[in-house]
C-alpha cells in the first residue's frame, strides 16, 4: 500500500520532505540549544539548573533519609502529621492563610518545618521576616552564633535576600550576615521552625561549597524515626515529563506541526473534486423491507409458504441435535426421532407437527392460523434446544463420575 497514496505525487514529496525537515531541525536544536533550566529560580527538588535542587534531594535519598515529594495540599499533611513529619519549605513561591493554618498544625503537632525566603518566613507560625539591611549580589560568609547544633555546622555560604525581626525573645539566632539574622530557630508548641534568609546554600550550584550540606542536614534535625516531606506544592506548577522537553525545541515542533497543518489543508483545498467516491444511500431501510415482504405474503396469500418454512427450519435443526442428517421427513416420523432421543418433550408436539405439515400444504391458510403455527413451533424449537443442553450436561457429569470410578 503506497503512503498517502490520497494524495498526488508532487504534494507528498513535499509534505514528506517537509516532516523530514522539521524531524532533522528539532534533533539538531534540542542537541545544540543550551539548557535553559538556569533561568528557573525556583530551588525545586525537580529542577536541575543551578538554582534547582535536584542534588540536595538526591543527597538525602542517597544518605537514606525517609523523604518524598510532597504535591497535594498541604491540609492533607496536616491531618495525618505527627511528631515525627518534617516539612522542607523551599522558597515557596505562593501562601495564603489555609496552608499557613496548615503549617501551624504540623508544627503544633510536634513536628518540624524548615522554610526558607520571605514566603518561607510569613507561613510558618509567628514568622516575623523583614526587609534585610543590606543587598549584596555577592555569597555571604555567614558568621555563627552560639553553641548550637546548627550553629556548629561550619563554614556557610548565602546570599541573604531577607532578614528577620528579633522582637521576642524565643528566637535563637544561628548565623549572620553582616549583623543581620540569616538563619534563625525557635520553638512553637510541641514542634520546632528552621528559618533560612534565602535558599541558595540548597541550590545545585552551591549545596557543595563550604558546609552548605551540613547546615541543611542539621536544620532537618535527626533523620532516625522521622518522616520527610520536601513541599512541592507551594512551588507553582507541578513539573511534569513534558516539562523537560521544554525549550527552543519545542517551539520548533509546534511551529513544524502548525507547517505542516497549513500544507495538508492547502494540498486539498485546492482540489477541484473528492479524494474518493460517494457512499450510495442505502435503497431501503430494514423495516421498510420487512414492510414490503409482508404485504407481498398478504397480496399473493401464501401463508402455506411461511409455515413450510418454518417447519422446514425446525426439522433442519431437529435432526441436527438427533444426529442425522438433514433431509425431508415426514411430521410423524420426525416426531417419533425428536421424542426418542428427547422423551421429555411437551404431550402436544405430534399433533402440532401434524398440523404444521398440513398448512404448508393448505394454500388457503389464514393469516392468523399460519401464525399461530409458526410461533407453536418456534416455542417446541426452543424447548427442543433447552432439552438438548441439559442432555449434553448430564452426558459430561456421566462421564467424569465415570473417569473418577
Request: aromatic share 8%; glycine share 8%; proline share 6%.
Amino acid at each position: 500500500m503506497k503512503l498517502l497514496a490520497s494524495l498526488e505525487t508532487r504534494d507528498r514529496r513535499w509534505l514528506l520532505w517537509s516532516i523530514g525537515l522539521a524531524v532533522a531541525l528539532a534533533v539538531v536544536f534540542s542537541v545544540l540549544a543550551p539548557d535553559d533550566n538556569d533561568d528557573n529560580p525556583t530551588p525545586s527538588s525537580y529542577l536541575t539548573g543551578k538554582h534547582g535542587a535536584r542534588a540536595a534531594y538526591e543527597a538525602l535519598v542517597n544518605a537514606g533519609y525517609p523523604i518524598e515529594r510532597w504535591e497535594r495540599p498541604l491540609t492533607e499533611l496536616a491531618a495525618q502529621s505527627d511528631s515525627t513529619a518534617v516539612l522542607i519549605l523551599a522558597a515557596p513561591h505562593r501562601v495564603n492563610d489555609e496552608e499557613a493554618a496548615a503549617v501551624q498544625r504540623i508544627v503544633a503537632h510536634g513536628g518540624r518545618v524548615f522554610s526558607t525566603g520571605i514566603a518561607g518566613g510569613y507561613v510558618v507560625p509567628e514568622g516575623a521576616p523583614d526587609v534585610a539591611q543590606k543587598f549584596s549580589l555577592a555569597a555571604c560568609r555567614l558568621a555563627p552564633e552560639g553553641l548550637g547544633a546548627i550553629a556548629s555546622s561550619g563554614e556557610v555560604w548565602m546570599v541573604p535576600q531577607w532578614g528577620w525581626d528579633l522582637d521576642r525573645p524565643g528566637y535563637r539566632v544561628d548565623y549572620t550576615c553582616d549583623g543581620q539574622p540569616a538563619v534563625v530557630e525557635y520553638d512553637y508548641g510541641n514542634g520546632h521552625v528552621v528559618w533560612w534568609a534565602s535558599a541558595s546554600p540548597l541550590e545545585n550550584a552551591s549545596i557543595a561549597r563550604g558546609a552548605n550540606l551540613d547546615l541543611l542536614l542539621n536544620s532537618l534535625g535527626p533523620r532516625d524515626g522521622h518522616r520527610f516531606y520536601w513541599d512541592e506544592s507551594l512551588n507553582g506548577a507541578v513539573p511534569t515529563t513534558w516539562s523537560y522537553a521544554s525549550g527552543p525545541s519545542l517551539t520548533l515542533l509546534r511551529f513544524g506541526l502548525l507547517a505542516m497543518f497549513l500544507l495538508i489543508v492547502f494540498s486539498f483545498s485546492r482540489r477541484s473534486g473528492p479524494v474518493r467516491e460517494l457512499q450510495m444511500p442505502a435503497r431501503s431501510t430494514p423495516i421498510e423491507y420487512l414492510d414490503a415482504l409482508g404485504a407481498l405474503y398478504q397480496n399473493t396469500g401464501s401463508a402455506s409458504t411461511a409455515v413450510s418454512v418454518a417447519l422446514d427450519r425446525f426439522r433442519r435443526h431437529g435432526l441436527r441435535l438427533c444426529g442425522l442428517s438433514s433431509g425431508f421427513v415426514p411430521a410423524h416420523d420426525l416426531a417419533c426421532i425428536i421424542r426418542r432421543r428427547f422423551p421429555q418433550m411437551g404431550p402436544s408436539l405430534e399433533a402440532d407437527l401434524a398440523a404444521a405439515e398440513a398448512g404448508a400444504q393448505d394454500e388457503s391458510l389464514e393469516p392468523r392460523a399460519a401464525l399461530r403455527i409458526v410461533q407453536t413451533l418456534q416455542t417446541h424449537q426452543q424447548h427442543l434446544v433447552a432439552a438438548a443442553h441439559a442432555h449434553g450436561a448430564r452426558s459430561v457429569h456421566i462421564n467424569a463420575t465415570e473417569r473418577a470410578s
